[in-house]
């Protein structure tokens, strides 16, 4: 992808009231983990350590017998139980970056009400959306994205956006490199501009974090662009302007060296292009830049490219990840089997990026779970996400969790004489691009069987203190002709 622009800081109204409906409130006490046997490794259950299996033998923490069954508890007696504990323990000390007001309406009255700054003890993290916890003597639900380990400084609202890092790497020509040797990612934006080479002459088009200024070059060379504005924010820049310079391209493209909310552009534009995709589509939330651009800039009757965009999602096997967990069931002539969990825990928590899909993997069609229409989109859209998703399984296999793409759209312009839109796919049936796929690892794997269903929700959520930064939650039910209706859920940083 090419350099990211720093967007505008989404301002504190904004983060009041995100998650008083759209998280549901943990179930269940602490538990206790058994301790993990070399004769676990012995069970047929193809070298996955199963934490389900953990938690059906574990006991409840100094649980009060009153309301509380099978460690399963009335959210309603909750404020209760942790109140009245003689053996309370303050797990951290958190403090709150923004203002947080529950909404009693709908049921969210152990919610803690904070504002920024308020000091805030945890006492358990049961849920990781929602910490138990007290504000001075006031206990309640906390929310997990509001807080951090550090008081709220003035340098909160620069440093989080992590510019110094982010711009730095894009000023690496290793990074260059690799964007301009993914064939498929930049043919596909050529491609889209000598297509729509009639729309483009004579126009003024706006390419927002340009890096290299390939984009730019294309614009002026293949669709004869009146004038380019090729805006980057690294110290690429200065090499950008003299590879301009290079190819005589300076009496179309001018290069601005600078963030894209600092910029004055003297005039509106015709089209606005940028690469701005990143993990999971949107890590690095260089679209909150261009949205800006858009809203500052773009003619009513201009064109955005990328048009659209579109998360897919479908249920998979990953035989190829197992290794990194049946590793460990013997290291030369040694049982390592305890370090299962341990390694689990390292290379799964977190999606496997740069993921290949492999062949006959999927188990149903691939569902897109989110959609984005860059012409009408607002950041504040995509700060918060949770759309359902459902499949039928199409071909029996072991479900070890979900894989996962995008797709970008070119439209926009009138299609003529049987031309068909362009699209970028990142999907494993195109040719593979830098991103490749993401594989969202679950900690148990499933047998499935064709005609089994999984039904469920995805919940994208932007880290409100590191910006560039989200995490996406699948919680989900399998309906299998084998083990009837079961549970799942598990939280994904993408990174923290």
Known sequence: MEEKERSAEPDEESLNNKH?????????????????????????????????????????????????????????????????SEEEVIMEIVYAFADYTSNEDDGSENQLNFVKGDRLEIIAKDDPDWWWGKKNETYGYIASNHVKSNPPSAEDGVNSWQDEEYFGSYSQMRLHMEMLEDHPRTDTYRKAIVQNKKHIKGKVVLDVGCGSGILSFFCAKYGQAKRV???????????????????????????????????????QVDLIISEWMGT?????????????????????SGVMWPSHAHILLVPSSANQQLEKLQFWNSVHGFDFTPLIPVAQQEFFSKPVYNHDVEPGSCLSRPSSILDIDMKTVSIFDLMEVSNPFSFIIQKSGTFHGFSSWFTVDFNGYPLTNGQVPVVLDTGPDFPSTHWKQDFFMMDEAVQLYKGDQIDGTISINRNYEWKRHLSVKLDFTVTSKTIGIKKYKKVFPIWR
Request: glycine fraction near 6%; proline fraction near 3%.
């Open 280 to 300: 999971f589509l949107l890590f690095e939330w260089m679209i909150e830049c261009v949205l800006y651009a858009r809203d500052c800039w773009l003619r009513s």
């Open 20 to 84: 008083g409906t759209a998280c549901n409130r943990p179930k269940t006490l602490p538990m206790k983990l058994k301790e993990y046997t070399p004769e676990d490794s012995n069970k047929d259950d193809g070298g996955i350590f199963n934490l389900e299996e953990q938690f059906k033998d574990a006991t409840s923490l100094d649980a009060k017998d009153e309301g509380i069954e099978n460690g399963v508890y009335d959210s309603e007696d909750a404020g209760d139980y942790y109140e009245e």
């Open 229 to 267: 504005y090729a805006v980057e924010a690294s110290d690429f820049a200065h090499y950008t302007k003299k590879l301009v310079d290079h190819n005589g391209l300076s009496d179309q493209i001018i290069v601005i060296k600078g963030k894209i909310e600092e910029q004055q552009i003297p005039e």
